[in-house]
């Protein structure tokens, strides 16, 4: 069974950081994709960032300079770096998982970003 568990989110002040954390059981993540997707309330879910198998990272043009996404295969976890956070990066953020076809989500972390 597939399962994919973030941590690290929390309440953080304006101009603070997080790293996020999503450790994978049941999938190696080093042939898959691996990203971050965050929802705000009210919002449609967008895309944070991917890394790819080969390392190539994609970010969301809003999200560039602030935000790095890395993967430890030995690990079996990828990670997001956010700094310099902004009320709006306020959201809950989905790690997930993508070999087509297949794709898993982890349940969600909460990012709190407080003025």
């Known amino acids: 069974q597939v399962q994919l568990v973030e941590s690290g989110g929390g309440l953080v002040q304006a101009g603070g950081s997080l790293r996020l954390s999503c450790a994978a059981s049941?999938?190696?993540?080093?042939?898959?994709?691996m990203g971050w997707y965050r929802e705000a309330a009210g919002k449609q879910r967008e895309l944070v960032a991917t890394?790819?198998?080969?390392?190539?990272?994609i970010f969301a043009d809003s999200l560039k300079g602030r935000f790095t996404i890395s993967r430890d295969n030995a690990k079996n976890t990828v990670y997001l770096q956010m700094n310099n956070l902004k009320p709006e990066d306020t959201a809950v953020y989905y790690c997930y998982a993508r070999r087509e076809p297949r794709y898993y989500w982890g349940q969600g972390t909460q990012v709190t970003v407080s003025s």
């Open positions: 890394i790819t198998t080969g390392g190539n990272t």
């Open positions: 049941g999938l190696t993540i080093s042939i898959y994709a």
